[in-house]
């Protein structure tokens, strides 16, 4: 573009206007980079408490099938 303002064959209101989109789109970019960084740290968040539950869960079950084994044994 710049080479094309040099030689006289774009106006210099269009090469500033192509220069203001790149510089709002290369925001708008690092915004979106940034949401989905945030966003897969929830993912991450959420999965771990997940597990946490699941693992929870899974004992607390263990726990109760020994003590009805140990009730039916009686």
Do not use: Y
């Not at 192509?18 to 968040?45: F, P």
């Not at 699941?54 to 039916?72: H, N, S, Y």
């Amino acid at each position: 573009m710049q080479s094309l303002l040099k030689r006289g064959l774009t106006p210099a209101g269009r090469v500033l206007a192509l220069r203001r989109e790149h510089a709002r789109l290369s925001g708008e970019r690092g915004q979106t980079v940034a949401a989905i960084a945030r966003n897969r740290g929830q993912i991450l968040q959420i999965s771990t408490e997940l597990d946490r539950q699941d693992t929870t869960r899974r004992g607390e079950i263990v726990t109760e099938l020994r003590e009805m084994t140990a009730r039916a044994a009686e």
